[in-house]
């Protein structure tokens, strides 16, 4: 009976962060528990729980954990990452799905969505501004939608870099970095060396970083011009120098 009672404090760890860890509570109750081993089984149902749902939100395949509280923390937390790579993917509208993390998880990517669209270099963590930055789950979310957002943009901006098209199906992180550097590249072609600020007021990382190649080209074209066809370690600047 005794090893009942303990199995059940460690489920209920499980069912507190099943109801309320979407909620903003971010540590077990242990209140009710009648001793100090009960306590610290609620509490490891619980971290069990949360810590299979950050694996999740990191986009693992599996819970390290094999427990009853890390396959429903993994569980809820594979519903949110599902969230966050639908946003991040251009979609718009969450699927009618009731399970609070999901739901959840979707609203914080939109809104990880809105502050990246304005500027691609904000930082990876929800402004104290946020109500929401205080609640763990919101704030996973919002950090892995950042996160996959600056990979698509950075992708952009290589795609780019390496001569190719901006692919027709490209998300708006991706259109966002590609037309960033596109941008700083050409603000040296045309003389100003001064990429423009995106149309909320920001000179991006992915312009900078155009502007450098463009730079890079510059000085590869001019040096051709001169016949100095010298290799440099600058792939940018020897096809400028070569004309290709």
Same mark, same amino acid.
């Given at each position: 009976?005794?090893?009942?009672?303990?199995?059940?404090?460690?489920?209920?760890?499980?069912?507190?962060?099943?109801?309320?860890?979407?909620?903003?509570?971010?540590?077990a109750n242990t209140s009710n528990a009648k001793s100090t081993q009960a306590q610290?089984?609620?509490?490891?149902?619980?971290?069990?729980?949360?810590?299979?749902?950050?694996?999740?939100?990191?986009?693992?395949?599996?819970?390290?954990?094999?427990?009853?509280?890390?396959?429903?923390?993994?569980?809820?937390?594979?519903? +949110?990452?599902?969230?966050? &790579?639908? =946003?991040?993917? #251009?979609?718009? %509208?969450? @699927?009618? $799905?009731?399970? *609070? !993390?999901?739901?959840?998880?979707?609203s914080a990517a939109q809104d990880a969505l809105s502050a990246f669209t304005k500027?691609?270099?904000?930082?990876?963590?929800?402004?104290?501004?946020?109500?929401?930055?205080?609640?763990?789950?919101?704030?996973?979310?919002?950090?892995?939608?950042?996160?996959?957002?600056?990979?698509?943009?950075?992708?952009?901006?290589?795609?780019?870099?390496?001569?190719k098209n901006l692919p027709g199906d490209a998300t708006s992180s991706f259109a966002?970095?590609?037309?960033? +550097?596109?941008?700083?590249? &050409?603000? =040296?072609?045309? #003389?100003?060396? %001064?990429? @423009?600020? $995106?149309?909320? *007021? !920001?000179?991006?990382?992915?312009?900078?970083?155009?502007?450098?190649?463009?730079?890079?080209?510059?000085?590869?074209?001019?040096?051709?011009?001169?016949?100095?066809?010298?290799?440099?370690?600058?792939?940018?600047?020897?096809?400028?120098?070569?004309?290709?």
């Open positions: 009976q005794a090893k009942q009672d303990l199995n059940a404090q460690y489920e209920a760890g499980k069912q507190q962060f099943i109801n309320q860890y979407v909620n903003g509570q971010a540590s610290s089984l609620l509490n490891q149902g619980f971290q069990d729980a949360i810590g299979a749902f950050n694996e999740a939100m990191r986009g693992s395949n599996k819970s390290s954990k094999n427990t009853t509280a890390a396959q429903a923390g993994f569980t809820e937390g594979q519903l +949110a990452y599902k969230a966050v &790579q639908q =946003v991040t993917g #251009g979609q718009t %509208t969450a @699927d009618s $799905n009731s399970d *609070g !993390y999901y739901q959840k998880a979707f500027n691609p270099d904000t930082k990876k963590s929800a402004d104290t501004s946020n109500p929401n930055a205080g609640d763990s789950a919101y704030t996973a979310a919002y950090t892995a939608a950042i996160y996959q957002l600056t990979a698509n943009y950075n992708r952009g901006v290589q795609q780019y870099l390496s001569g966002a970095g590609y037309n960033d +550097a596109l941008n700083g590249f &050409q603000s =040296v072609l045309n #003389g100003s060396g %001064t990429p @423009d600020t $995106n149309a909320y *007021g !920001y000179i991006t990382s992915g312009a900078n970083q155009g502007k450098i190649a463009g730079q890079s080209a510059l000085s590869g074209y001019n040096a051709g011009m001169i016949g100095n066809t010298a290799t440099t370690n600058d792939s940018v600047q020897n096809d400028a120098n070569l004309g290709t």
